[in-house]
């Protein structure tokens, strides 16, 4: 695999400039570019041209998606990305429909994806500290993991037919950062599963 698609999903907020996801996409698009990949950045402050976008998609080997957790989610300039692309994409550029047939309406729904064979990988950050997830005490999320709830995501990027590569997660990072490990984390993290 040789072409990374980075797309960094970070809207700025005046108490949140995007600056670690700014990093965490540099430094994703620097290691990957010394192992040999061709990279391409996204950003949400780009003018962003749906057919540009599609012909971003078919050309990654690998979509990595760098966001936020905003309200247990991607921030809302994301989600316009993708209900203009990904939406534009169900003639045939990502999917051809959702699999289904009139034979079959019950079955095989999501199924439609043009991009088998491609992977994408989900690195998020959290305000949220690690210690709330995995653990049934916890209040909010009762025991679920990070991928629990970034589940509509995973099925977004499964319905193009794309396979997932671990998630990376940084936590705690406006309360308790602890930011130079995290860098050292998606370091290891990239040069693992690239």
């Known amino acids: 695999m040789s072409n990374v698609l980075i797309i960094n999903a970070h809207q700025y907020y005046a108490f949140s400039k995007g600056e670690l996801n700014r990093t965490l996409t540099n430094n994703a698009a620097a290691m990957l570019k010394e192992k040999g990949y061709d990279t391409r950045i996204v950003t949400m402050e780009d003018n962003i041209d749906v057919e540009e976008q599609l012909g971003l998609h078919q050309w990654a ?4 998606l760098q966001t936020p957790i905003n309200w247990m989610g991607v921030p809302w300039s994301f989600k316009k990305y993708m209900d203009e692309v990904y939406t534009a994409g169900m003639g045939g550029a990502l999917c051809n429909g959702d699999g289904r047939s009139a034979d079959a309406p019950e079955k095989n729904y999501g199924t439609g994806g ?6 994408y990988m989900m690195s998020v950050t959290f305000n949220a500290p690690k210690g709330s997830f995995n653990d049934e005490s916890e209040y909010l ?13 995973h099925a977004n ?3 193009f037919g794309l396979e997932a590569l671990p998630t990376f997660a940084a936590f705690d990072v406006m309360k308790n950062a602890d930011i130079e490990n995290d860098l050292t984390r998606f370091a290891d993290h990239i040069n693992t599963h690239f």
């Not at 080997?61 to 990595?64: E, K, M, P, R, W």
């Not at 993991?145 to 589940?151: K, Q």
């Open 61 to 64: 080997d690998i979509v990595l």
């Open 114 to 119: 043009t991009l088998k064979g491609k992977k």
């Open 141 to 153: 999320f009762k025991g679920k993991s990070v991928d629990d709830l970034l589940f509509p995501m």
């Open 157 to 159: 990027f499964r319905f």
